[in-house]
């Protein structure tokens, strides 16, 4: 059994990851104004990733036989003063998704609702790689800011990061 508590964080999870999907692209764009292209390839696929999510969750839910009421997630912030800004905002965006995720799994298990709990392990643990992932991009956008040459490395080294 899922309750209907349980039901509205799963189908809040769509919009969630929808709403990551849409301020990635945002911030993709952002990146292409500046002519920095591997860090607007790097946030489009992150974008891509975030609707895999989003459909991923809804092939769960479909599973088990859950309705799914989809709604809109809010605007994307699309103005932004700096890289670092970007890469600050991308790891507590990650951050705020960890404790959505968390909250899922946590009342999964009070539920005894396995089959949710075993799925959003998958998730649980892709939330660890992605704070990696920004944290590290963060911390490397700091060493860089003052340094052009330094700037256009991490740049084309982005354009080809996982
Ligand atoms: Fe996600
Ligand atoms: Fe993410």
Redo the contacts with the bound molecule.
């Keep these: 059994m899922v309750s209907t508590k349980l039901q509205a964080l799963l189908n809040a999870q769509i919009t969630n990851?929808l709403g990551?999907e849409m301020q990635y692209l945002a911030m993709s764009f952002w990146f292409e104004r500046e002519n920095l292209h591997g860090m607007s390839t790097w946030f489009r696929n992150q974008a891509i990733?975030?609707h895999e999510?989003a459909m991923k969750i809804v092939s769960l839910m479909n599973e088990w036989d859950l309705p799914i009421e989809l709604k809109s997630p809010p605007d994307p912030k699309t103005s932004f003063e700096s890289a670092e800004e970007i890469f600050a905002g991308a790891l507590e965006h990650e951050q705020k998704?960890t404790t959505q995720i968390n909250d899922i799994f946590k009342l999964a298990r009070e539920e005894s609702a396995w089959h949710v709990e075993v799925a959003f392990q998958w998730f649980i643990t892709e939330q660890v790689e992605e704070e990696v992932n920004a944290r590290d991009n963060l911390a490397r956008i700091q060493l860089v800011s003052n340094d052009t040459a330094a700037l256009i490395n991490f740049d084309r080294r982005l354009a080809s990061a996982e």
């Design positions: 990851e990551a990733e975030e999510h998704v």
